[in-house]
């Protein structure tokens, strides 16, 4: 199945304009990155495909149709959420909330029949039988998150929205995730849109990355094309973030300035106010888009 975000924005009351003119492709068996600091757009966008928020403009569509019927769109698109324990039931054990799913969203009624799918997507993310009848909080952060993950399998979904899936986990676990995902898609060819602050983990994971700022995104193209050659100066600012570890996507508002207000944002490029490239059109006129080749692109007026 392939999921598509055309031109949507969203904005909400106050006019706060989260997202504007955004789209985005997610296809069957590729991984998209979208990268970007607190307050860009990301999360709103994965809800907005998760059919959380409705577009204020634009169309979700999927395998190129409208989307009509929520029950039936959940049945392929799920959304992994940055917290797992909080996104299962604390007082419900591994087999009832997988086996829920199961039986919802597939049919399935009797207590083996259930059991046994339930114990072969538990499988399928790494986790064996005896994980059925426990509870979240006798696991890890990172088990929680694998049964999240099999929760999403078991309506038999093709999409899978990952927001910061990996962000609560600790660090010696993070790769196993990042692993599983790479493997579903693998296996399974699932489309999958993975949001994270960290960019060298969307290089690790991506096949593409997206780059928001400001509700926008503002240049995209293949992983090894949008690490290796950054166009954008928000981008190539990301970029010499990530390799010092002392340092975070955060430390930008301290170098650079914040983030754009989003009910006031600053005329022609969003970016402008902190850019070091920034010239008097900048300040005047959005940027063009500026195909660079490769499938990759920037809206910059360094390109123009």
Same mark, same amino acid.
């Given at each position: 199945?392939?999921?598509?975000?055309?031109?949507?924005?969203?904005?909400f009351?106050g006019?706060?304009?989260?997202?504007?003119?955004?789209?985005?492709?997610?296809?069957?068996?590729?991984?998209?990155?979208?990268?970007?600091?607190?307050?860009?757009?990301?999360?709103?966008?994965?809800?907005?495909?998760?059919?959380?928020?409705?577009?204020t403009?634009?169309?979700? $569509?999927?395998?190129? +149709?409208?989307?009509?019927? %929520?029950? &039936?769109?959940?049945?392929? =698109?799920? #959304?992994?959420?940055?917290?797992?324990?909080?996104?299962?039931?604390?007082?419900?054990?591994v087999?009832?909330?997988?086996?829920?799913?199961?039986?919802?969203?597939?049919?399935? $009624?009797?207590?083996? +029949?259930?059991e046994?799918? %339930?114990? &072969?997507?538990?499988?399928? =993310?790494? #986790?064996?039988?005896?994980?059925?009848?426990?509870?979240?909080?006798?696991?890890?952060?990172?088990?929680?998150?694998?049964?999240?993950?099999?929760?999403?399998?078991?309506?038999?979904?093709?999409?899978?929205?990952?927001?910061?899936?990996?962000?609560?986990?600790?660090?010696?676990?993070? #790769?196993?995730?990042?692993?599983?995902?790479?493997?579903?898609?693998?296996?399974?060819g699932l489309?999958?849109?993975?949001?994270?602050?960290?960019i060298?983990?969307?290089?690790?994971?991506?096949?593409?990355?997206?780059?928001?700022?400001g509700?926008?995104?503002?240049?995209?193209?293949?992983?090894?094309?949008?690490?290796?050659?950054?166009?954008h100066?928000?981008?190539?600012?990301?970029?010499?973030?990530?390799?010092d570890?002392?340092?975070?996507?955060?430390?930008?508002?301290?170098?650079?300035?914040?983030?754009?207000?989003?009910?006031n944002?600053?005329?022609?490029c969003?970016?402008?106010?902190?850019?070091?490239?920034?010239?008097?059109?900048?300040?005047?006129?959005?940027?063009?888009?500026?195909?660079?080749?490769?499938?990759?692109?920037?809206?910059?007026?360094?390109?123009?």
């Amino acid at each position: 199945m392939t999921l598509e975000a055309i031109a949507v924005t969203k904005e909400f009351p106050g006019g706060v304009r989260a997202v504007e003119n955004v789209t985005v492709r997610l296809r069957p068996g590729q991984i998209v990155g979208l990268v970007g600091e607190s307050g860009s757009g990301k999360t709103t966008l994965a809800r907005m495909l998760a059919l959380f928020h409705a577009p204020t403009r634009g169309e979700i $569509r999927l395998n190129g +149709e409208p989307v009509r019927k %929520a029950r &039936e769109y959940h049945r392929h =698109v799920q #959304l992994i959420f940055q917290d797992p324990f909080s996104s299962l039931n604390s007082l419900r054990t591994v087999g009832y909330t997988v086996g829920r799913a199961l039986r919802i969203h597939r049919g399935l $009624r009797g207590r083996k +029949e259930v059991e046994a799918a %339930a114990i &072969e997507l538990l499988q399928q =993310v790494n #986790l064996s039988a005896d994980f059925l009848t426990k509870l979240p909080h006798e696991l890890s952060g990172g088990q929680r998150q694998r049964v999240v993950i099999a929760r999403a399998l078991a309506v038999g979904s093709s999409v899978l929205l990952a927001d910061e899936p990996i962000s609560m986990l600790d660090v010696s676990i993070r #790769l196993d995730i990042l692993n599983l995902l790479a493997d579903l898609r693998d296996r399974q060819g699932l489309a999958i849109l993975y949001i994270t602050h960290d960019i060298a983990s969307a290089r690790y994971l991506c096949d593409e990355i997206s780059v928001m700022y400001g509700g926008q995104i503002i240049e995209s193209g293949p992983a090894d094309e949008v690490i290796r050659n950054p166009r954008h100066p928000y981008t190539q600012l990301l970029i010499d973030c990530a390799p010092d570890p002392s340092r975070t996507i955060q430390d930008l508002e301290v170098e650079y300035g914040e983030p754009p207000s989003l009910t006031n944002a600053p005329p022609g490029c969003r970016f402008q106010p902190r850019c070091p490239h920034a010239t008097s059109i900048c300040a005047q006129q959005a940027p063009p888009r500026a195909h660079l080749g490769n499938g990759q692109w920037a809206d910059c007026w360094l390109y123009a």
